[in-house]
């Protein structure tokens, strides 16, 4: 167990190596809501938790030996502010992100979801961009 859901971290973890689940725990059911590859574009998570405090939406379970990166977030705004493309991959992740555990506890269709995820990118990349000033 890498993070667990419900429990509050302001951190952000960059997966460089190995492979994550990330699952939904819901009234005794687990969902798997994504795999995260050490690497690949998107290879982060805990990034609601730090933009917002939110407690963890969901586990992320290494399925293999991981190395990961933890940033907080005084760590993660210098990232950010020297590089700020980083927001719109990031807001564009988040989006997804959330779009998927809405289909996951919600049971919605794929055409559902993406409508959710464009609808909330905008949004969130102008929160990105105000909470780090840029």
Not at 8 to 16: P, Q, S, T
Not at 30 to 57: D, Y
Request: aromatic residues 6%.
């Amino acid at each position: 167990m890498i993070t667990q859901q419900g429990t509050v971290a302001n951190w952000l973890y960059i997966l460089i190596e190995g492979q994550a689940e990330v699952v939904l725990s819901s009234e005794g059911e687990q969902r798997q809501v994504n795999i995260i590859n050490g690497g690949e574009a998107g290879s982060f998570f805990g990034e609601m938790g730090l933009l917002t405090g939110a407690p963890r939406a969901a586990n992320v379970i290494a399925l293999t030996d991981v190395e990961c990166y933890r940033l907080d977030k005084e760590a993660f705004e210098q990232v950010i502010k020297a590089r700020p493309v980083i927001a719109e991959e990031i807001s564009r992740t988040m989006a997804k992100r959330d779009a998927d555990l809405s289909m996951a506890k919600n049971d919605l269709d794929r055409e559902t979801r993406d409508r959710l995820a464009a609808a909330q990118h905008d949004e969130l990349l102008v929160k990105i961009r105000h909470f780090f000033g840029l």
